[in-house]
């Protein structure tokens, strides 16, 4: 994970708040550039865009959940930001959101399941700052999908609960054995079958 400072063709800085935090606010005045841009707590981090094995992966666990989805809820893919303060901003993988949610531009209200997808490039801040971003946001899921893209080839789903104000990893699945779950709908999940597809 690298935090980068990020400048537009034209050199302006106008835009780049120096002497506060970032917010929200800010977001809008980055360069469409293919970076990915999240604020933790009032820090920009910057990430690179995704490996095309990460977005496979994503790919077809997105339809997975899309096929399971009842009609009261929706599933989203990033790049959509969940901001539940002005002060953080995260674009998870995927995000199970209710149909009747206000929200059109961002996620305010906390999703009912985030998803991330593991590269090895954004591996910490996955596990680390987004992790505690969700937790102490409330969302009350948290599904982490090891497509085994790093040298540990580990393929795996996990997830967390959050009991308590804490999550707790409830489960687990490695390779071609199969899950069923039933928050935030019925579904059974295999990670062999999200990438032999």
């Known amino acids: 994970m690298t935090a980068v400072t990020v400048m537009p063709d034209d050199g302006d800085r106008a835009w780049m708040p120096l002497d506060r935090e970032w917010t929200v606010d800010d977001l809008d005045n980055l360069p469409d550039n293919g970076l990915q841009y999240e604020l933790f707590d009032g820090v920009l981090v910057v990430s690179p865009a995704p490996t095309r094995a990460h977005q496979l992966a994503l790919k077809w666990l997105f339809l997975l959940l899309h096929d399971a989805c009842p009609p009261e809820l929706e599933t989203l893919f990033a790049p959509f930001d969940f901001q539940p303060t002005d002060r953080r901003s995260a674009q998870p993988d995927i995000l199970v959101v209710r149909?009747?949610?206000?929200?059109?531009?961002?996620?305010?209200?906390?999703?009912?399941?985030?998803?991330?997808?593991?590269?090895?490039?954004?591996?910490?801040?996955?596990?680390?700052?987004?992790?505690?971003?969700?937790?102490?946001?409330?969302?009350?899921?948290?599904?982490?999908?090891?497509?085994?893209?790093?040298?540990?080839?580990?393929?795996?789903?996990?997830?967390?609960?959050?009991?308590?104000?804490?999550?707790?990893?409830?489960?687990?699945?490695?390779?071609?054995?199969?899950?069923?779950?039933?928050?935030?709908?019925?579904v059974r999940i295999s990670p062999a079958d999200l990438i032999a597809r």
């Open 99 to 186: 149909s009747d949610d206000p929200d059109n531009k961002a996620q305010r209200v906390p999703p009912l399941l985030v998803v991330e997808v593991l590269s090895p490039s954004t591996k910490t801040k996955d596990l680390v700052l987004k992790k505690h971003m969700y937790e102490t946001s409330g969302v009350p899921l948290l599904w982490v999908f090891d497509p085994g893209l790093d040298k540990t080839g580990l393929l795996s789903l996990t997830v967390h609960e959050l009991i308590g104000g804490a999550y707790r990893q409830t489960v687990a699945v490695h390779g071609g054995d199969s899950l069923d779950v039933d928050q935030p709908f019925p």
